[in-house]
């Protein structure tokens, strides 16, 4: 059975780094061919993709937050890490991450991906 575990903080300051770790159980994150993703939904806003580590080690990023937000993975300990640069109030959402297989067409929720297996949630929320 494949669980995604999340963890990371929920209040945070602006200009702070977001960190949110993902732990995954029952399958390697570099098995072929799965890619390992983190969705956000702002409050009263639709998904939106973030990005993407792939079985491989390389990373995917939605085209606006490319300078903002990196993906890295840590195999020994099946996680992978979202650090999200200089939040701000416009941050606060739900994060989850979330295991993609290539889709036939790229979208705003979920980027180029279709997404099967999904982590509990975790709320951040961006305040002074």
């Known amino acids: 059975q494949v669980e995604l575990q999340q963890s990371g903080p929920v209040l945070m300051s602006p200009s702070q780094t977001l960190s949110l770790t993902c732990t995954v159980s029952?399958?390697?994150?570099?098995?072929?061919?799965?890619?390992w993703n983190w969705i956000r939904q702002p409050p009263g806003k639709g998904p939106e993709w973030m990005g993407a580590?792939?079985?491989?080690?390389?990373?995917y990023f939605s085209p606006p937050l490319k300078s903002l937000a990196s993906i890295s993975r840590d195999t020994s300990a099946n996680q992978f890490t979202l650090r999200l640069n200089s939040v701000t109030p416009e941050d606060t959402a739900i994060y989850y991450c979330a295991r993609g297989s290539i889709a036939a067409q790229y979208s705003h929720s979920a980027g180029p991906f279709n997404f099967d297996i999904w982590g509990q949630g975790t709320q951040v929320t961006v305040s002074s």
């Open positions: 580590i792939a079985y491989s080690g390389n990373t």
């Open positions: 029952g399958v390697s994150i570099t098995t072929n061919f799965y890619f």
